[in-house]
T-cell receptor
Framework: GENVEQHPSTLSVQEGDSAVIKCTYS??????FPWYKQELGKRPQLIID?????GEKKDQRIAVTLNKTAKHFSLHITETQPEDSAVYFC???????????FGTGTRLTVIP | KAGVTQTPRYLIKTRGQQVTLSCSPI?????VSWYQQTPGQGLQFLFE???????NKGNFPGRFSGRQFSNSRSEMNVSTLELGDSALYLC?????????????FGPGTRLTVL
């Protein structure tokens, strides 16, 4: 089955700096890569996703890049704010399937 | 549009008992997936239902089962509970359940097994 690895497990940045979280996956058939943000005691919320027919996608301060050849994808958050503090999960799934394989999460702390 | 809802939100059971959790998807969504979240194992896929049929299944023992009703609401059942079943159980719904639809999560049911 699919195996998704995520790094780093914890990340602290100063407010206004950028944060980068990286994930690798093992199944070359995976073609959908969402990122979820989970605040303490809350549900995971989709923040951005990318499909394998594109290499990069941006939404305001958030961007995701995908390298299918190397089987890795990354989340970039620019101009970080304290409210960005949360656990971020990457995930991967195959075309036609609806089961997400998650990374182990990154706890991001933005220091005011 | 109302989001995904799950009931109950909290549950305390003892070893050996069984439990049933419920998930109501977003109106119009036909696929419901279930995930187990624990500090040690992270988020793991349990199973997915679409049009009342189990379409995908993760690597969990047969004690974990589920079903989906004609209105797309889903239930999962865990029999003969073990201490290691203590977890947050999340369900997620998506529109058509195929080709990598976006999944929207419910708030979860926190199960504690004593």
């Amino acid at each position: 089955g699919e195996n998704v690895e995520q790094h780093p497990s914890t990340l602290s940045v100063q407010e206004g700096d950028s944060a980068v979280i990286k994930c690798t996956y093992s199944d070359s058939a995976s073609n959908y890569f969402p990122w979820y943000k989970q605040e303490l005691g809350k549900r995971p919320q989709l923040i951005i996703d990318i499909r394998s027919n594109v290499g990069e996608k941006k939404d305001q301060r958030i961007a995701v890049t995908l390298n299918k050849t190397a089987k890795h994808f990354s989340l970039h958050i620019t101009e970080t704010q304290p409210e960005d503090s949360a656990v971020y999960f990457c995930a991967a799934s195959r075309a036609g399937a609806n089961n997400l394989f998650f990374g182990t999460g990154t706890r991001l702390t933005v220091i005011p | 549009k109302a989001g995904v809802t799950q009931t109950p939100r909290y549950l305390i059971k003892t070893r050996g008992q069984q439990v049933t959790l419920s998930c109501s998807p977003i109106s119009g969504h036909r696929s419901v997936s279930w995930y187990q979240q624990t500090p040690g194992q992270g988020l793991q896929f349990l199973f997915e239902y679409f049009s009342e049929t189990q379409r995908n299944k993760g690597n969990f023992p047969g004690r974990f089962s589920g079903r989906q009703f004609s209105n797309s609401r889903s239930e999962m059942n865990v029999s003969t509970l073990e201490l290691g079943d203590s977890a947050l159980y999340l369900c997620a719904s998506s529109l058509a359940g195929g080709l990598s639809d976006t999944q929207y999560f419910g708030p979860g049911t926190r199960l504690t097994v004593l």
